[in-house]
């Protein structure tokens, strides 16, 4: 992870870009800097932002995202990615126009390609474009590589793309995507202790609020805990059968008992079951939730 440790001689292919979420359309670039790098005896490295730009742009308009700063390092050590420079994204990187940016990479890193995606911008308020990139690899002398867009059923995949799937529920379309299943860690916190009562004891889940949240409903899920995996069945909600006013990720673990307050877990979104509902007692909650849990066990371990 530190560029001090390598060795300066050799050369780095480096792939640019956000990266939120490392989706398959990432990973064709990032597949692509790894080959290049072997085949060419240098190192292969991914720069992109600790914070999204836009939160330092207009804060109002930053999306919810993806993945964590550290699920992303530990992905790309998995694909033999050797140096990961996620830099702070603040005013002065803000105000550097296209061309400074590359002067600056390459003045800093011994580049031997760039490569990135099709729709690449970069620079102050992305004026840099693959045609001014194009020149600048002339100009400068390094080798670049512009992956074609990557599609699923005829669709770019983009983390825009993912983000929107995830929010109206269609969890499939949206893994088929990342490429694994969506999911949301934290600490499991206190909730009002109802569900215990109609033995659907649930994991209230303390999540945080940057990250994208699937549309209210209830899912079949994998829950990870201890390096163990489990069915289960979680609901995005406000509870309504119970006058809930807020906004709670639940989750019944099947086959599990033991008390899980302050605990980390990850829940894995795997599908949509079905819509919340209010419904006219507990009774026919947990009639529901019975009905919930059947469908989880004849579902495989999916993630
Ligand atoms: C899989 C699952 C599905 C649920 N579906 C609904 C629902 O459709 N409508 C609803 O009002 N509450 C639903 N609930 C939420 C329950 O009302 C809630 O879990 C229960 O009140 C327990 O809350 P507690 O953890 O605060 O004790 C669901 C919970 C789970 C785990
Ligand atoms: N579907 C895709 N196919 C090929 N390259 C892609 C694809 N999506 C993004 N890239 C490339 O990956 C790099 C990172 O891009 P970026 O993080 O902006 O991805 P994005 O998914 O398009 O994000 P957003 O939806 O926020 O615009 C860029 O070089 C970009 O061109």
Known sequence: MNYNIYNKNKGIYVVLGNFDGLHIGHMSLIDEAVKLSIENNCYCML?????????????????????????????????????????NFD?????????????????EYNIEGIIVGFNYRFGYKNMGTIDLLEKLSTKYNFMLKVMPPCKVNNQIVSS???????????????????????????????????????????????????????AIGVYYTNVEYNEKLY????????????????????????????????????????KKIRDEKKFDSLDALKAQLKKDKNFAKSQPFNI
């Open 47 to 87: 720069y992109s932002f600790k914070n999204h730009p836009l939160k330092l742009i207009n804060k109002d308009i930053a999306p919810k995202l993806l993945m964590t700063n550290t699920n992303k390092v530990k992905t790309l050590q998995k694909k033999s990615v050797d140096i990961i420079k996620l830099v």
């Open 91 to 107: 005013e002065t990187l803000m105000k550097t126009s296209p061309e400074d940016f590359i002067l600056n990479l390459i003045s």
């Open 160 to 214: 825009t793309k993912i983000r929107n799937l995830i929010s109206s529920g269609n969890l499939e379309e949206a893994n088929i995507m990342l490429n694994r299943k969506y999911s949301l860690e934290g600490i499991v916190v206190q909730g009002r202790q109802i569900g215990r009562q109609i033995d659907f004891p649930t994991a209230n889940l303390k999540y945080d609020k940057d990250f994208v949240i699937p």
């Open 231 to 270: 069915r289960a069945i979680t609901s995005v909600g406000n509870n309504p059968t119970v006058s809930g006013n807020k906004l709670t990720i639940e989750t019944y673990i099947l086959d599990f008992s033991g008390n899980l307050y302050d605990k980390h877990i990850t829940l894995f979104f795997i």
